[in-house]
Every structure is written in C-alpha cells, then in structure tokens.
DNA sequence: AAATGAGTCAACCGCTCATTA
DNA sequence: ATAATGAGCGGTTGACTCATT
C-alpha cells in the first residue's frame, strides 16, 4: 500500500445523507446483540451501506439509549458557557461534564445559541456603558470573564488584595469597568462574557501568554480582591503593570491620530470610547469568525 | 399563495492522535 | 522505528423548517 491516508471505506458503494427508520433499526439492533468493537466492520456485519464513521456518528449522536433529547435546559446552558471559558471549542471534553449530550449538540447550541446570546449581550453592555458616564453608581449585570487554561482550579490562588483593578468607581470617565479592563489586554487570547450571579459582582479570569508570567492565571473573586497562583513567585505589582494599556487590536494611521488626540490613560482606567469600541469589534470579529 | 431569508441541526469531511503490526 | 489503521474530534455543509415580505 503507499503512502497517504487510506479511505475509511469505498465511497461509491456507500449511501449519505439522512438515515432511514430501516437503517437505524438495523443499526441499534445490531450493536445490542454485537456491542461496536470495530466501526470500520460493523457496516458490513451488519448489512449496512453505509460508512463505518457514519454508523459510529449515527449510533453517538442520535440512537444510543442514554443521548438526551430535546431542548437545553438553562442550567445547561449556563454550564456549556462556563465550560467553554476553561476548554475553548474542545466540545467532546464540554460534553463529558453534561450527561447525555453530546459534542455534536453542544457545538451546535453554542453556534448557533449562545454565541449570539453573548455578542447581544455585549451591545447592550456597550449601550450601558454610555450610561456609565453618567451614571457611576449604575451595576452592570453582566460582566466579562477573560478565558484562562483548565489548570485554574480552586486552592491554587492566593489572594492579593488592593484596589489596582478596575472598579466600578474607577471606570466612571466612559467604557464600561471589563471592558475597558479587556481593552488593556494587549496578549488577551481569549474574552468571554458571562451573567454574574448575582447581578452585582464582576469576575474574571485572565492567562498572562508573555513571559515572564506566560501560563500564568489571575482571577478577581470580589470587588478589591485578586488571586494570583501560590507558584508564582513574581511581585504581584509586576504582573500587573504588564497589563498595560496598549490598543487592542493593532490600529492603522489615521486610528493613531485620533489617539493622539486623547489624553493617555493610566492603567486600569477607563478608556475612551473610541478605543472601546475598536476593540469590542475586534472580538466581535473574533466570535463571528470573521 | 409564493418567494425569500434566517435559523437549526444532522451528517459529512478531513485532520490528529493512539494503537497495532 | 516506522507505517498502517481505527477512533475520535472539530469545522463545515446542506437540507429542512419557519418567519417574513
């Protein structure tokens, strides 16, 4: 045989496309009897044109006993966004922490559900945050959650207490608190926005990817309150003032003289409404793919 | 009533990874 | 050590349904 990746199966002799009564019935009587040791077989054993990867789709996704149909749950839902903030796109892994739903579900959910829920989510914010300005003392109810790796778990953070983060007082000049937060994240990989609980707190979490904090998480618990990782040995200071405020994304010549023409901003205040809102459509973009 | 567009979701495709010979 | 193989994964497609014009 060469080299190169041999077809799964002969695809001229195979049939596609939506299953029959017959077909499934043939299919879930089959592996009741055989059990699925070898997908690439079980077609033929059991008198089925179709492709071995299309039965194991077949049987996964639709016919086996324990799948769960019908609508998600809020709950679910909720856990499928807080899932994907720790996983990303890893669906079959966000699967495995929802009992009877599969990968193939829970990605179309999030396309064609929960993605849009959370860029509305965002255009309301970012009318809020008009108000902002006028309002200081107004609460968001949402808040925006920056993505972090899967090692993030409980006990590995000490906490740091201070009022060098974004607060809600801190950020009464324009852009909503997280966003203009976000917007000085200049090696975000990732930005999220989740409902807060209880409508009053903001949490975050966000994965520094340039050295020397590379791989490192933070996360804010409450207002004042951050936790840094008990391994990291860093000045806590210095991790922060890595945050610095450089515009994301990177802005062309003519974005760059109207920067020019606003007063530079601290760290962690903040920003104008211009460079919020260049930034909130670059995760736009990101989200939709564009 | 027909045409059109948007939303949904089952299924396919091509790739990677793990295992086996 | 290497190539072949099978399983599984994530992205994408296209058929279908429903709402709107």
């Known amino acids: 045989m060469g080299k190169g990746r041999a077809p799964c199966c002969d695809k001229s002799k195979v049939k596609k496309g939506p299953w029959s009564c017959e077909e499934d019935l043939r299919l879930i009587t089959f592996i009741q009897k055989n059990g699925h040791k070898n997908w690439r077989s079980l077609p033929k054993q059991a008198g089925l044109l179709r492709c071995g990867k299309s039965c194991r789709l077949r049987w996964i996704n639709y016919l086996r006993p324990d799948v769960k149909r019908g609508n998600f749950t809020p709950q679910e839902e909720d856990t499928i966004i807080k899932l994907h903030l720790s996983f990303g796109n890893k669906w079959s892994k966000i699967a495995s922490h929802l009992p009877g739903r599969t990968d193939n579900e829970i990605k179309n959910v999030w396309n064609t559900h929960l993605k ?145 023409n606003e007063a530079s901003q601290p760290v962690c205040q903040g920003l104008s409404e211009f460079e919020c809102q260049k930034w909130f459509t670059y995760f736009e973009n990101e989200l939709l793919g564009v």
């Open 116 to 260: 849009k829920r959370l860029i509305k989510k965002l255009h309301s914010e970012a009318k809020l945050d008009d108000s902002y300005a006028n309002s200081p003392s107004s609460s968001s109810s949402t808040s925006l959650v920056l993505s972090h790796n899967d090692t993030a778990n409980e006990g590995d953070f000490k906490n740091v207490k201070g009022n060098m983060i974004i607060g809600k007082e801190e950020a009464s000049k324009s852009c909503s608190p997280t966003s203009s937060y976000a917007s000085n994240l200049s090696n975000l990989s990732q930005v999220h926005e989740i409902s807060s609980p209880n409508n009053e707190d903001m949490d975050w979490i966000f994965q520094f990817n340039e050295e020397p904090f590379s791989g490192t998480t933070i996360r804010k618990v409450h207002d004042g309150v951050i936790e840094i990782p008990l391994e990291c040995d860093v000045d806590s200071w210095d991790m922060l003032d890595i945050m610095d405020p450089s515009p994301h994304p990177p802005l062309n010549a003519d974005d760059h003289s109207k920067l020019d």
